[in-house]
C-alpha cells in the first residue's frame, strides 16, 4: 500500500473513489439473499459486479489523457450495461431454473473463493501516480473474477438464456484483460 502523502492530489480524488466503489461492490455482492437458483444467484451478483465496472472506468474518465485507455474505459460502459439490461430481463424466467442442494453447495464454494481472491487482488492492486496503470491493475482481476464466475456457472444446469450472456462475459473480458495487459505493459515500461 502506498503512502498517501506521496500521491498527487489527482490520485488521491482517483483512489478515495475507487475504495468507495469496490467498498459498495463487495457489499452489494455478498449480500445478495441466495437462492436455490444458480443462475438467478449468478445475476444478483453479477450486475452490482457490472455497476462497479461501469463506475470504476467513469472514475478513470475524469483524470485519463490516454486515447486507448479511453476507448477501453468506454467500451467497458457501453458492454456491461448492455449485460445488465440483458441479465434484468431474463431475472424472473431464470429464477425458475432450480438447482439441487448439492450442486448449489459446489457452485457456491467455488463462487465464494473466485470474489474473495478477486477483492483481494483489487483491494491490494499497487498505487501510484500513474492513475492509467492503476485502473488497470484493478481493472484486470475485476475482469478475471467475471470470466471465472461465468466459467464457474457453465458447469452447473442453468437456464439457456443465461449460456450466451455468461459466453459474453467470458470472450469480451479475456479479450478486455489482454488489452489492457499489453496497454500496461507499453505505460510502465515508459
Same mark, same amino acid.
Given at each position: ?18 475504495? /468507495?466503489?469496490?467498498?459498495?461492490? !463487495?457489499?452489494? *455482492?455478498?449480500?445478495? +439473499?441466495?437462492?436455490? %437458483?444458480?443462475?438467478? #444467484? ?35 460502459? /457501453?458492454?456491461?450495461?448492455?449485460? !445488465?439490461?440483458? *441479465?434484468?430481463?431474463? +431475472?424472473?424466467?431464470? %429464477?425458475?431454473?432450480? #438447482? ?91
Amino acid at each position: 500500500m502506498t503512502n498517501t502523502c506521496q500521491l498527487s492530489n489527482n490520485t488521491i480524488d482517483y483512489v478515495k473513489r475507487y475504495r /468507495c466503489i469496490l467498498d459498495t461492490m !463487495i457489499e452489494n *455482492m455478498t449480500s445478495v +439473499c441466495l437462492t436455490d %437458483s444458480i443462475s438467478a #444467484n449468478f445475476i444478483k451478483q453479477m450486475i452490482p459486479h457490472h455497476r462497479a465496472a461501469i463506475e470504476m472506468s467513469e472514475n478513470l474518465l475524469r483524470f485519463t489523457t490516454c486515447i486507448p485507455l479511453q476507448n477501453i474505459a468506454q467500451n467497458i460502459i /457501453c458492454s456491461q450495461k448492455e449485460s !445488465i439490461c440483458s *441479465m434484468e430481463a431474463i +431475472c424472473s424466467e431464470c %429464477s425458475r431454473r432450480r #438447482n439441487t442442494p448439492r450442486a448449489l453447495n459446489y457452485y457456491q464454494r467455488s463462487n465464494e473463493c473466485i470474489l474473495r481472491n478477486m477483492f483481494r487482488e483489487m483491494h491490494t492492486a499497487c498505487t501510484d501516480n500513474c492513475i492509467d496503470a492503476n485502473f488497470m491493475r484493478e481493472m484486470i482481476p475485476h475482469h478475471r473474477g467475471a470470466v471465472l464466475m461465468s466459467q464457474n456457472a457453465l458447469k452447473f444446469g442453468i437456464c439457456p438464456e443465461l449460456k450466451p450472456i455468461l459466453e459474453s462475459i467470458i470472450d469480451s473480458q479475456e479479450k478486455g484483460v489482454q488489452e489492457m495487459q499489453q496497454l500496461l505493459g507499453e505505460i510502465t515500461q515508459k
